[in-house]
């Protein structure tokens, strides 16, 4: 039996986002996001649920730094909404908001936590939706007006900031299929929307530094990695081309300053519109770059694949893949002159059942999890520089458009009684923070 043992700093830890967890969607003056109102239109979400209790973790957030002590994380990854910050997205700040992050940093600071804090994990203030949202380039700096009050604020003690998590799926799912908020379904639109985003990353960079130049600011990209079918010379250039065009529209821009020739062929007259000196502003240099992997597209000359014969599947009908998370770590880094990586997500949907003992016994989700642990020390062999992980998610949460239909939790949430209980996985994963390893 092989064991992988990790540096002694590693940092283990997990993630969450606010709209997900935080429930008291209008208490203590926070303004309506746009996730507030998509959840609230009928037909958006399984089963109509709503983020407006969610995992109560506004009122428990104690508790729920209890646990993080109880499975000996050493990082938290959370999201700030910038609702109950600014609730029009600017101007007038909402103490009371602001407060609440405050205490939950000074508690995470109190539990021997590493904060990482993202800014923007999908919850515009709907005011600023009603003016454009993310197609009006205002919003990009009204964003890096919140970061720099987030970072004036919580810069003491937060190290760590991330401006976006997953601009893709902002770009994509939010406002070309619009299975997201704000449920816009528009191609021209959805790459204009990208591109504010890179400069809101821009601006919001600048916008950390100047409010404290002592921290560390960076972005998390989710990437799928493309693998062909087979070694047919078809199917490779088609997997090849279906990364350039699918997964370097956040990757090229912000470490290669220059957005990739594949999008400008595959949408042509679609391509947003750039301003002098935007490409320059979005490669600005990071601290370091968070990766979410979860899975991988098998693409052949015909297209994309569906189901894999032989491959396990999670509940979100993503194929378990670990080796293509080595794969790509290793591909990203010989393309791109990267600064210090973290998995900032990695985790898995299954249907749990609560057992006659009252606990979760969870063997998937363990098992997926100590496979993408494994290639992530095998990456980091490979010459690699990765320095931590966060597992997604600490809590089983609301699921965007799933709505509570899927969880991906290593702690079961009762939603009708919020009692929390830790699954197998959970206590599996204390031990691999406890022993520092891995055993195949
Ligand atoms: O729940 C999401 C999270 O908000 C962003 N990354 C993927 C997770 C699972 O779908």
């Known amino acids: 039996m092989s064991i992988h043992k990790f540096p002694h700093n590693f940092l283990w830890g997990a993630a969450t986002a606010s709209y997900q967890i935080e429930g008291a969607w209008n208490e203590d003056g926070k303004g309506e996001s746009i996730w507030d109102r998509f959840s ?6 399984t089963n109509a649920d709503t983020g407006d209790v969610a995992c109560d973790h506004y009122h428990r957030y104690t508790e729920d730094i209890a646990l993080m002590r109880t499975l000996g994380l050493k990082a938290y990854r959370f999201s700030t909404a910038w609702a109950r910050v600014f609730p029009s997205g600017r101007g007038c700040i909402n103490t009371k908001g602001l407060d609440f992050y405050d205490r939950l940093v000074d508690a995470m600071c109190a539990a021997n936590l590493e904060p990482f804090l993202t800014l923007y994990h999908w919850d515009l203030p709907q005011a600023l939706q009603d003016q454009g949202g993310w197609t009006n380039r205002n919003t990009a700096y009204a964003f890096a007006d919140y970061a720099a009050v987030m970072t004036k ?19 994509f799912i939010g406002n070309l299929t619009g299975e997201h908020a704000p449920g816009i379904k528009d191609t021209k639109i959805s790459y204009q929307v990208a591109h504010n985003l890179n400069v809101a990353h821009g601006l919001g960079v600048q916008a950390i530094r100047s409010a404290n130049s002592k921290v560390n600011a960076g972005i998390v990209l989710n990437l799928w990695m493309a693998e062909p079918a087979t070694e047919a010379t078809q199917d490779v250039e088609a997997a090849n081309n279906f990364w350039d065009v699918n997964e370097t529209l956040f990757l090229d821009p912000i470490f290669k300053g220059f957005y990739p020739p594949a999008v400008y062929e595959a949408i042509g007259e679609k391509m947003p519109e750039i301003k002098d000196g935007d490409l320059a502003l979005i490669a600005q240099e990071l601290d370091f770059v968070g990766i979410n992997y979860y899975s991988r597209n098998v693409i052949s000359a015909s297209g994309k694949m569906n189901k894999i014969p032989g491959s396990a599947y999670t509940e979100m009908g993503w194929e378990v893949c670990a080796p293509a998370l080595r794969r790509m770590l290793v591909k990203i880094n010989s393309e791109y002159k990267l600064p210090p990586i973290y998995i900032t997500e990695n985790g898995s949907a299954f249907q749990d059942t609560i057992s006659s003992d009252g606990k979760i016994h969870d063997p998937e ?17 490979d010459g690699v520089d990765i320095r931590g992980y966060m597992v997604w998610s600490l809590l089983d949460n609301f699921e965007w458009g799933h709505g509570f239909s899927k969880r991906f ?6 939603y009708e009684t919020q009692k929390r209980t830790i699954k197998d996985s959970g206590e599996w994963y204390a031990e691999v923070i406890r022993t520092n390893q891995v055993r195949e």
């Open 40 to 45: 609230h239109t009928p037909g958006k979400i």
């Open 153 to 171: 604020c919580l810069g003491d003690r937060v190290r760590n900031w991330t401006t976006f998590n997953e601009p893709s799926v902002i770009t």
């Open 365 to 381: 989700r363990t098992d997926y999890l100590r496979q993408h642990f494994i290639q992530t020390h095998l990456a980091m062999q």
């Open 409 to 414: 939790g290593m702690v079961r949430v009762d």
